[in-house]
C-alpha cells in the first residue's frame, strides 16, 4: 500500500516554470515505478512523464524538451519540473505509482494563463 500527496500546483502565466512534488509513505519506495499523469475539463486522464525504479524516464510527446521527472528514493520524493508552460498544460495533475497495482494521489491544479 501507498500514500501519495501532490504539492506545487498554481496559477503561472505561460512561458512560466512549476515544480510539482510528491510525497510517498507506507511502503519500499525505490522499487515502484512512478509516474505523473493529468486531467484536462472534459478530457480523459493522460500520461505525462514515467521513472522506472532505475531512474531511466519517458515522457508524452506533448511535453518532450519541457517537463522533468526525478526521484529521491532517500526521501520517498518524486518530482515534475515543468518549463516554458502553455495554456494546454492546464490540468489537475496526479501523482501516480505503479507495481502489481496503481496508487493515485488526490491532485493538485495547475493553471497556465495570462
Known amino acids: 500500500q501507498v500514500q501519495l500527496l501532490e504539492s506545487g500546483g498554481g496559477l503561472v502565466q505561460p512561458g512560466g516554470s512549476l515544480r510539482l512534488s510528491c510525497a510517498a509513505s507506507?511502503?519500499?519506495?525505490?522499487?515502484?515505478?512512478m509516474a505523473w499523469y493529468r486531467q484536462a475539463p472534459g478530457k480523459q486522464r493522460e500520461l505525462v512523464a514515467v521513472?522506472?525504479?532505475?531512474?531511466?524516464?519517458n515522457y508524452a510527446d506533448s511535453v518532450k524538451g519541457r517537463f522533468t521527472i526525478s526521484r529521491d528514493n532517500a526521501n520517498n520524493m518524486v518530482y515534475l519540473q515543468m518549463d516554458s508552460l502553455k495554456p494546454e498544460d492546464t490540468a489537475v495533475y496526479y501523482c501516480?505509482?505503479?507495481?502489481?497495482?496503481?496508487?493515485w494521489g488526490q491532485g493538485t491544479q495547475v493553471t497556465v494563463s495570462s
Open positions: 501516480n505509482a505503479r507495481l502489481a497495482r496503481y496508487f
Open positions: 507506507g511502503s519500499i519506495f525505490s522499487v515502484y515505478e
Open positions: 521513472i522506472t525504479s532505475s531512474g531511466s524516464t
